[in-house]
């Protein structure tokens, strides 16, 4: 189990001071910016009430019930994302901070963006991630024996912001399987430089034993033509050597998932 607090003590704390502006063209008038620090491991949709009540000040009268959808940088932003994903993912470690997002009520790009009418729509994302992620670990034996209100408590915690109270709970899924040393397989998504992610099983342990790195993990993200050599996540270049196991014990998102930007080179 994860045993480093303060490990993950720190990546919970990671934050991401944001820079939010009105799209120009959806207003007339010269609307105050806004800005917020704003959890990596959260969702956006969960943190930008007050940008939407901030900038509906701003807007006609039609466009007051309009979806409230973001950019960066041009590239419309995938709210079932993890936000620290889409960060790195689009800013990676070049960009200055604040993070510069611009904010639309009109024009909602359906053909990329899924829409969000509201919180129940991203808790549903949220647990359903949270169970395959507990299959590939536990075969699903961890969540299926939870009661509801420990469902409960892992949302509420990551919603509010509650540390002690989302681990309470999330110490269990950290748990290897009985009589191993280790989960069954690594529930991993990894990003190409695009934003579209890819999933494989990937176990920890050879079938020798051998507790596999994520440079194994590297190899088999490499094809033919495109070689992976490098692993960000929570805004850091993860060492080559780093044990799997370890890694998704103290590196997950809430969701249990790690989410891995890779930079690839040509083979």
């Known amino acids: 189990m994860a045993n480093d607090r303060e490990i993950l003590r720190e990546i919970w704390e990671g934050k991401i001071p944001v820079h939010f502006k009105l799209s120009a063209d959806e ?21 930008t009430d007050k940008v939407r009540k901030h900038f509906l000040r701003f807007v006609s009268n039609e466009l007051q019930d309009g979806e409230m959808w973001m950019d960066s940088n041009g590239t419309p932003l995938k709210w079932h994302y993890p936000i620290g994903v889409l960060y790195d993912l689009l800013v990676g470690t070049d960009g200055s901070l604040p993070w510069d997002v611009t904010v639309h009520f009109s024009k909602f790009p359906e053909d990329i963006l899924i829409p969000c009418l509201n919180r129940e729509v991203v ?34 915690g990551l919603v509010n912001d509650k540390f002690d109270q989302f681990w309470a709970v999330n110490r ?33 342990s050879t079938t020798a034993g051998q507790k596999r790195t994520l440079q194994d993990l590297l190899d088999e993200f490499s094809t033919p033509v495109k070689k992976a050599v490098e692993a960000r996540t929570h805004g850091v270049t993860v060492p080559e050597t780093t044990p799997l196991q370890w890694l998704s014990e103290h590196l997950s998102y809430p969701d249990n998932f790690l989410h891995l930007c890779l930079a690839y080179t040509a083979a």
């Open 27 to 47: 207003t007339d008038v010269e609307p105050e910016e806004f800005f917020l620090l704003i959890p990596r491991l959260s969702y956006f949709p969960l943190v």
């Open 123 to 156: 808790e549903a994302h949220f647990m359903s991630s949270l169970k395959e992620a507990d299959v590939l670990k536990h075969r699903g034996q961890v969540v299926s024996a939870m009661q509801k209100k420990d469902h409960n408590q892992l949302w509420l």
């Open 172 to 204: 269990r899924l950290m748990e290897p399987i009985p009589d191993q040393d280790g989960f069954k397989h690594i529930p991993v998504r990894c990003y190409a430089e695009d934003g579209t992610y890819q999933q494989k099983l990937v176990a920890p």
